[in-house]
């Protein structure tokens, strides 16, 4: 099937307007598909356009108000994704929620959005809503998708969704034509989706986006990337992330692909193999789990199979990313490439998932380039971009043939770019946000009256290639004492590119030199001390245990190394180290739920460790609050040791002086 | 001993139905020992009834008279109103009345998916070469019981393990496939032996939660023994104490609490 012509002037100005297009061209092709009792579902576009027409008019039926924000809070499911449809079908706003965010969380958001209508995935869900309503005193009606468990609650404002659905369908003759009128006054600067921003500092911000952002977005970068119709994606990631809407929404109902939804999270891996997407996103995180495995499930492989792996490898990380980006190979490599193609590279890509796929995106954190070389070399076209939230995503992406690991690409179609004295990148776009929700403050000093935004991250444009290169959040970059630059975020990707390594956070603005608190990866250096017969308790063992410190000390001392390689930031090598007793989780604040590192909190919760860091002890006691799973607190002891590694090139006077 | 009147409705208001199963002076003796005296309880349609003691007590004896497992030497079972004669324990899973150990009773090598579908046996009347050359009634039968088994491995949410090999599996997982098994069999009575026998808290609450989803979404009726007091007080609508094969206490949780007698029983007297 075609991609569908885009003909100027007639263009559809909403999701529900490219919904119908869908269904009228595209009618027959799967549009979602969902495994469930261990089959998939799948649903046409003809179907999956009855279904949220269903839903738009039970939704209507019990009174929703053009204008009203409906939250939406669950796994990835089709039902999820018609319910934002449908909501917009009503003049309503979409506000995708993160369904892992404790109640606490839930309320500020659904408080501030003023949700009338909350969907909600499960039972799990519905007691969260139910918990924090006093802070959300305007929601009326929850709507769930999974009747599990729900039998005993009052259902005075609560229905199943396929009930709603039900009596939708029964209300089509009386409520369709208002339906249609609704559907009919929504144009392009019509409210699309409202998303709020994760928010390293302060309150999350309701990012409004129109439906001109969304859909000029998904126009652009679906014809830069050649998508169409017969692509499939996997859709995993929360709903509340831009990403997904992006993916799932924008470039589905752009493009006619299909979307699938996993069974669980728990299954996604298995999923993935056997959707095989072709169109793939991932934060670094994923493909960097999917390498440790790999990695460890080789070591445990027989001798033979490990030779044939490594010499395998040897020539995909040579002739593959040529390859890829289609330069001249020799004929001996070429052979040598097909060969391992089909004894190592074909059933390693087919573990993974990856058989089918044509174009792959990683982005929010640096990829480490060894990871990112690994994927490449196997001739899967992993690329990067570079977005935010308020940029419907897209700022910068790398176009296929001028891929590194170091760069996030060149500006997408439409997006201008400039740097600030500073070294702030601003940019401009069809796809630039129309308000943070209730907060013109905020909107006025990120957004100034020429439509340039300001990312909050440092960056410049490579002489030659005039890819963008991004150095770390501006505000994080600091001076240390002594004036030199201090870019945390630089060294703490280096340190998480060992598999060892799980998070870092490096601390030195405004002292004499850096330190850094690690975690370690439990998968990886589990297995580490499985296979060197280090038995051990509990995470915190590992974590303390002497060689593990050995071996982490080893990673610190080859980062320093290549930091010193770099004169401008050659101050930023780590003095000491030690190796955190828990691991930073979004549930105790010390990250977002993207999993980006909080620094004021760190800096604050762990004020001892720091301080120990730099008054040159060699061990520190601490207790910390956790936050279980299910809300409730509890503390862990310990003594951490911290170690001093060596510095390269200027640094160790300063190490002597400070001890 | 029999009490014929209609049920009764539990503090968070769900309606308990007719006597599903009655023992009436159960008498178990091994040899010389005697295992269980003279016991009688009843155990109601739709009702979570657990049986607590301290070890020894005679819990799993009762569990396996009531599984027909063992035959006691005196008394008589009733279910559904039948007095029940000596049977053989597959006439029992017949009858509708499922079970877990205490001591993990899977099929190691056996993927969990095929673990859960043994459960599905007594439902399956196809023949062994039908089923063995997969042709006519087979082929059908099994694509209707893997469903319902599907329905259960989504119910437990078990489904990122449905291939692996039970015996790969952690403690608290296999102790959910077994659950998943004695489902699979739709019974009317579910004897769990046990279910959260050393777990972890989360693990347990995960269990509890699943205990009482079962109870509520398909009515089934749950016998179950627990030595974790906290569960047994949260989970269960009446309670059966247990103390060297002699029944001391029977009644509600509060009610037991209150029991002198199992107090004795669980701190400790001398028994001379």
Known sequence: MAQPAATAGAEPQSIPALLARNADRLGDCPAYREKEFGIWQSWTWAQAAEEIRALALGMLNLGLAPGDHVAVIGRNRPAHYWAMIAAQMCGAVPVPLYQDAVAEEMAYVLGHSGARFVICGDQEQVDKVLEVQSAAPRIEQIIYTDKRGMRKYDHSRMNALADVQAEGRAAAQRLGPELDARIAGLDYDSTCVMLYTSGTTGKPKGVVLSNRNIIETARNTSEFDKLTARDDVLAYLPMAWVGDFIFSMGQAAWTGFTVNCPESPATMMTDLREIGPTYFFAPPRVFEGQLTNVMIRMEDAGRFKRWLFRHYMGVAHRVGPALLDGQPVGLIDRIAYGLGNILIYGPLKNTLGYSRIRVGYTAGEAIGPEIFDFYRSLGINLKQLYGQTEASVFITQQPDGEVRSDTVGVPSPGVELKIAENGEVFYRSPGTFVEYYQNPESTASTKDAEGWVATGDAGFFEPGTGHLRIIDRAKDVGKMADGRMFAPKYVENKLKFYPNILEAVVIGNGRDYCTAMLNIDLSAVGNWAERNNIAYASYQELAGHPQVYAAIREHVEAVNRSVAEDEMLSGCQIHRFLVLHKELDPDDGEMTRTRKVRRAVINEKFADLVTALYDGSSSVYTETQVTYEDGRKGKIKATLRIEDVPVFGEAPMQKVAAE | ?272
């Open chain 2, 1 to 272: 001993m029999l009490d014929q009147t209609e049920g009764y409705t539990t503090a968070d208001g769900r309606q308990i139905g007719p006597v599903l199963l009655d023992l009436r002076g159960i008498t178990l003796r091994f040899g010389g020992v005697e295992a269980i005296k003279n016991i009688s309880f009843d155990i109601r349609q739709g009702e979570i009834r657990a049986i607590i003691g301290p070890n020894g007590a005679g819990k799993s004896s009762m569990l396996n008279v009531i599984s027909g497992f063992y035959v006691p030497q005196d008394g008589e079972v009733w279910f559904r109103g039948h007095k029940r004669g000596p049977m053989k324990p597959y006439e029992v899973a017949r009858l509708g009345i499922a079970r877990t150990f205490q001591n993990i009773a899977l099929f190691d090598g056996m993927s969990v998916l095929d673990n859960i579908m043994t459960g599905r046996l007594n439902k399956m009347k196809s023949g062994f070469i039908s089923q063995a050359i997969w042709w006519g009634r087979a082929e059908a039968e099994e694509i209707a019981n893997r469903e319902q088994v599907e329905r259960i491995i989504d119910f437990l949410e078990i489904q990122n393990i449905r291939k692996t090999p039970v015996g790969r599996l952690p403690y608290g997982l296999k102790k959910r496939v077994e659950l998943a098994r004695a489902l699979a069999a739709e019974p009317r009575l579910l004897l769990l032996d046990e279910p959260m026998a050393g777990m972890n808290v989360e693990e347990k609450e995960d269990m509890s939660r699943f205990i009482l989803d079962v109870n509520d979404e398909f009515g089934t009726t749950i016998a179950l023994i627990e030595h974790d007091m906290g569960v047994v007080m949260d989970l269960s609508d009446r309670v059966v104490v247990m103390d060297y094969g002699r029944k001391i206490g029977d009644g509600t949780p509060a009610e037991v609490r209150g029991n002198q007698e199992v107090i004795d029983a669980y701190l400790g007297v001398s028994h001379d």
